[in-house]
């Protein structure tokens, strides 16, 4: 693993679940050996758990959160019309509570690289530049 990588995990600057994903990404790319997300959810009556072809929205970094929110607003957009005042309403509560938690996703994934771009120039004695971009 690289030192960013390492720094990250080891001072648990990511989430558990997120630092097991990327450990398994990363890993599974320098072997290159393919990767596949999946995710186990439960349903409360169906029993231990069914697998989906992403992760749930809590274990999704922001690119997938991104994705994910591009996907119910155009599903939104689509039902708008047949949908009743307080189903459209429960819909866009959801997405704009999905929104705000994107954005706070975002600000901690930015702020831990860049505490792991200061700690790999702090090891290396080199000056570096610290830049933001969104997704």
């Known amino acids: 693993m690289s030192l960013g990588l390492d720094y990250l995990v080891d001072t648990e600057l990511l989430p558990g679940g997120s630092r097991i994903t990327l450990v398994l990404r990363k890993t599974a ?18 029993g231990p758990g069914f697998t989906t072809l992403k992760h749930p929205w809590t274990a999704q970094d922001a690119a997938q959160r991104v ?3 591009r996907q119910e607003v ?31 996703r ?14 790999q120039s702090l090891l290396h004695q080199t000056p570096i530049q610290l ?5």
């Not at 866009?92 to 706070?104: D, K, N, R, V």
């Not at 830049?131 to 997704?135: A, G, I, Q, R």
């Open 67 to 69: 994705d994910t929110l």
């Open 106 to 119: 975002i600000i901690s994934q930015v702020l831990a690289e860049c505490q792991s771009n200061l700690q």
């Open 29 to 46: 790319e320098a072997a290159d050996v393919l990767f596949a997300t999946r995710g186990i959810e439960r349903k409360r009556k169906i």
């Open 74 to 104: 155009a599903a939104l957009r689509r039902d708008e019309e047949g949908m009743s005042d307080p189903d459209y309403q429960r819909a866009t509560e959801e997405i704009a509570g999905h929104m705000s938690q994107t954005w706070e």
């Open 131 to 135: 830049s933001v971009e969104l997704p």
